[in-house]
């Protein structure tokens, strides 16, 4: 019998394309059938594609939550919560005082959920205007300790007089603006000086009163050295309202009242009691411990001082003295 070798090689060829061309279809992209040609093996480009783009959405949004979850555990862990103060330089103010008002500066909330007292929310700038504000301060410095604590330095204005509008006293400082409220002016330091005595008459009693036409201020000066040191006491009769970091005399009058607080106390042996100041164009009156005044001008303070000087020890008797008028350049008086 005779076989025909190239029929047999055609038939067997279509069957085992057809063969191939099926099994092509159901592979994956790591697995393909070879024609009979024997071609290099492809992988679907598609397929890789998809594979990598799910990957790189699986780190993207890791990547967010891990950063959200960070966020949420800075801003509201109570471990970045501010619970130690550290307040330094207070001389007068009361460190308690100090430490409440920045308490009350920190615990509130922005934007309704957001503590204010959080260390990376914390405003330093908000603490020093409520200081400052609040309390009469030259400087004040604040750093924050992580995680959980402020540091607050802080620097008082210096005082330099007391100053009494005839309803409180106060402590100015250099430039005459007022530092700290002290105590109220107390209703025995008013004493009456000039009354009348009116009757008057019906047809059943009489009536009498007195009634005062002026009242006259005296401070209890040694009451007030006592209590907060000596400094000049300056009565303003001007009786102008105070208020806390309010400018009440100007720069030059608090120095010339205290050149001559400082020549008196210094160089006499007389005490200042206080000083009356009338106005701020020089006139002013002061008091002294053995009852007589000096009225004074608070201008060329050196040349009343030594005419001062000269009378007490060539011309007046202190212990039947009323007062000396210093306030005249060409002459002076004395009673």
């Known amino acids: 019998m005779l076989f025909n070798h190239h029929k047999i090689k055609k038939k067997w060829g279509r069957r085992f394309r057809g063969v191939s061309h099926l099994g092509s279809l159901d592979a994956g992209p790591s697995l393909s059938l070879h024609d009979c040609a024997w071609h290099k093996t492809k992988a679907n480009p598609l397929w890789n594609q998809t594979e990598q783009n799910w990957k790189r959405r699986l780190y993207v949004w890791t990547s967010f939550v891990c950063f959200l979850a960070i966020i949420i555990i800075l801003l509201f862990h109570p471990l970045f ?69 402020l540091n607050i330095q802080i620097q008082e204005n210096t005082s330099r007089l007391i100053y009494d509008n005839g309803k409180q006293y106060s402590f100015l400082n250099d430039s005459g603006v007022v530092t700290e409220i002290l105590q109220q002016v107390g209703d025995d330091e008013w004493v009456a000086s000039d009354t009348i005595n009116f009757v008057s008459t019906n047809t059943s009693t009489i009536q009498s009163s007195t009634s005062t036409i002026q009242s006259n201020h005296k401070p209890r000066y040694k009451d007030i050295f006592s209590n907060y040191g000596l400094y000049p006491i300056v009565y303003d009769a001007r009786l102008k309202d105070v208020k806390l970091n309010s400018p009440m005399l100007k720069k030059e009058t608090v120095a010339e009242i205290i050149s001559w607080f400082e020549n008196i106390s210094q160089k006499t042996n007389i005490t200042f009691a206080y000083l009356i100041l009338q106005d701020e164009l020089g006139t002013a009156s002061i008091k002294t411990g053995e009852g007589w005044e000096l009225k004074v001008s608070l201008v060329d303070i050196d040349t009343q001082f030594k005419t001062l000087q000269y009378l007490l020890k060539e011309k007046v008797n202190r212990l039947t003295l009323k007062y000396i008028d210093l306030r005249f350049k060409d002459r002076t008086f004395w009673q």
Do not use: M
């Open 81 to 149: 919560t501010i619970k130690h103060l550290q307040i330094s330089g207070e001389q007068r103010l009361s460190k308690i005082e100090l430490n409440n008002s920045v308490e009350a500066a920190i615990h509130y909330h922005k934007l309704f959920i957001f503590s204010a007292s959080n260390y990376f929310l914390l405003d330093l700038n908000d603490i020093k205007n409520v200081l400052k504000d609040k309390f009469s301060l030259q400087k004040v410095v604040i750093n924050k300790v992580f995680p959980d604590s």
